[in-house]
């Protein structure tokens, strides 16, 4: 008689089965744990690289005067509009001003433009070429400036608030579609322009 000992088939198939279910469930999360990190360090870029593009909008605001119109006018500015053909909307009730671009002059005498161009937002200096100042790893969806007490006469310091949408710009649909509301609000250090001043004395 055989004293020798070993698995049933039906033992085998069990363990097998029980291992196959173990590993694919530790592949599952080890693959959702790869595409969560690779989604927060694309989340993590962007806001990166849309955070150093705000600071340096909101330094040259900050300093700034003549925002989206020329001295003594009451309208918007044409340069505030974008490539889209969208313009300034006006708000009666708060006289707040909503534009897609924002054109105005820095502290050095300089003529600024920001606008929104193919996901990228972009700077113009003196009609120079667009520059941009966002990176390729980020996608702005949409761009937006609210202006109020920017006229003369009005007595209250220019407030321009950007509002902004951003995403990273990938070909993941889980991290491409993963978009996120900034806002800021930039106080203009100059009251107001006197009409029939020289701008620069502002």
């Known amino acids: 008689m055989s004293t020798k000992k070993g698995f049933t088939i039906i033992e085998m198939l069990v363990t097998v ?3 196959t279910i ?4 530790a592949v599952g999360g080890f693959t959702n744990a790869i595409r969560t990190q690779r989604q927060v360090a694309s989340l993590i870029s962007a806001q990166s690289n849309v955070s150093l593009a705000l600071e340096q909008m909101t330094r ?6 003549l925002f989206c119109h020329a001295p003594g006018s009451s309208t918007y500015s044409t340069l505030c509009s974008n490539s889209s053909g969208l313009t300034c909307t006006v708000d009666r009730s708060t006289n707040v001003w909503i534009c ?7 502290v050095e005498g300089n003529h600024v433009n920001y606008s929104l161009t193919s996901g990228a937002l972009m700077e113009s200096v003196n009609s ?5 100042l966002t990176g390729n790893t980020v996608s702005v969806r949409y761009f937006q400036f609210r202006l109020l007490g920017q006229l ?6 220019p407030r321009v608030t950007i509002s902004l949408g951003i995403a990273p710009s990938s070909t993941d649909p889980a991290v491409a579609n993963d978009v996120t509301d900034l806002e800021t609000t930039v106080s203009a250090r100059t009251i107001d322009c006197v009409p029939g001043t020289n701008p620069a004395q502002c």
Do not use: M
């Open 100 to 106: 897609p671009s924002l054109d105005f002059y820095d």
């Open 22 to 25: 173990i590993i694919t469930i």
């Open 17 to 19: 089965g029980l291992f």
């Open 60 to 65: 040259a605001i900050r300093t700034g005067y």
């Open 128 to 132: 120079s070429t667009p520059q941009s």
């Open 152 to 157: 003369e006469g009005d007595n209250f310091p």
